[in-house]
């Protein structure tokens, strides 16, 4: 899962295993997202350190970021990363 804080610019979440947390900046007016260093525990997870590091490389590579609804779609150029949706 991944929680944005609009207010402060933190991000926070769950890797599936790890809890995250990190900071970025963002333009509503553009979409131009820049994510920061991410944080991670180091909970000893059985399967997927791979797929972990994977999303949270994707989230750091992000530049732009979508908003239509409830939901969230974080692009780099013209490739889509990820896509989440509000609960």
Known sequence: DLLLDAAGE?????????????????SAASGAL??????????????????????TQAL???????????VLVLRDGESELATFQAE
């Open 10 to 26: 933190r991000l926070g979440g769950s890797t599936g295993c790890n809890s995250m947390t990190g900071g970025y900046d963002y």
């Open 34 to 55: 820049t994510v920061g260093s991410i944080t991670t525990t180091r909970e000893a997870c059985p399967a997927g350190a791979a797929d972990e590091a994977a999303y």
């Open 60 to 70: 750091q590579r992000a530049t732009q970021a979508i908003v239509t609804g409830e």
